[in-house]
């Protein structure tokens, strides 16, 4: 079934960047959207961008544009989101979901939001 | 950009009593309205999508309702499973499309 692992915590200082790798498998890589949500600390779900596997094309929302990258390497089904500039409200849990398909294709039925990573815990302290 | 207002944040009921959620956007929102349950160190979980489909697995006392702005979780017999934090997610029609999240109510035992 479709799978999302991410990268093990990470402590940073102000300033810094962090980057946030989310592996896939069970699924075409190719075929579904990857969105990024943080949850900080108490807090609700925050939507960061996606990526779309088969373009590499992305969407950020724009309390995060020009902080986020979200990239892809299709050869090892994996997909990264790069946070610079950090700060310490940055301190939060990132999570990657698969999205709906990136084409159209009978054989991509997943539903949207159906499988979530782990999550991964950037602490920002100085 | 649509808003999802989620009130109120907190709602306490006994285990078996029926729980109601709301989920108000700012703007028709269409069809495309989620919701997730989010336990306490877990990632979100789908239960509803498309309004009122339950994803797979979801026990049947999870339903979804609602149109246009308007839209409702029902708990029709809470399980002690079932307190945790629920939040309705909207995606937009785009492009590009987005996703936005409700703030989420938390089901506490009263």
């Known amino acids: 079934q479709m799978r999302l692992v991410q990268s093990g915590a990470e402590m940073k200082k102000p300033g810094a960047s962090v980057k946030v790798s989310c592996k896939a498998s069970?699924?075409?890589?190719?075929?579904?959207?990857i969105h990024w949500v943080r949850q900080s600390p108490g807090q609700g779900l925050d939507w960061m961008g996606w990526?779309?596997?088969?373009?590499?094309?992305?969407n950020y929302a724009q309390k995060f544009q020009g902080r986020v990258t979200l990239t892809r390497d299709t050869s090892i089904t994996t997909v990264y989101m790069e946070f610079t500039r950090l700060k310490s409200d940055d301190t939060a849990v990132y999570y990657c979901?698969?999205?709906?398909?990136?084409?159209?294709?009978?054989?991509?039925?997943?539903?949207?939001?159906?499988?979530w990573g782990q999550g991964t815990l950037v602490t920002v302290s100085s | 950009e649509v808003v999802l207002i989620q009130s109120p944040a907190t709602l306490s009921f006994s285990p078996g009593e029926r729980a109601t959620l709301s989920c108000r956007a700012s703007?028709?929102?269409?069809?495309?309205l989620a919701w997730y349950q989010q336990k306490v160190g877990q990632a979100p979980r789908l239960l509803i999508h498309?309004?009122?489909k339950r994803a797979t697995g979801v026990p049947a006392r999870f339903s979804g309702s609602g149109s246009g702005t308007d839209f409702t979780l029902t708990i029709s017999s809470l399980e002690p499973e079932d307190f945790a934090v629920y939040y309705c997610?909207?995606?937009?029609?785009?492009?590009?499309?987005?996703?936005?999240f409700g703030q989420g109510t938390k089901v506490e035992v009263k």
């Open positions: 979901a698969t999205g709906g398909p990136t084409r159209h294709d009978s054989s991509l039925t997943a539903t949207e939001g159906a499988s």
């Open positions: 069970g699924f075409t890589f190719s075929g579904y959207y």
């Open positions: 990526v779309n596997p088969n373009s590499g094309g992305t």
């Open positions: 703007q028709s929102a269409g069809s495309f």
């Open positions: 498309d309004t009122f």
């Open positions: 997610q909207l995606r937009s029609v785009g492009p590009p499309f987005s996703w936005t």
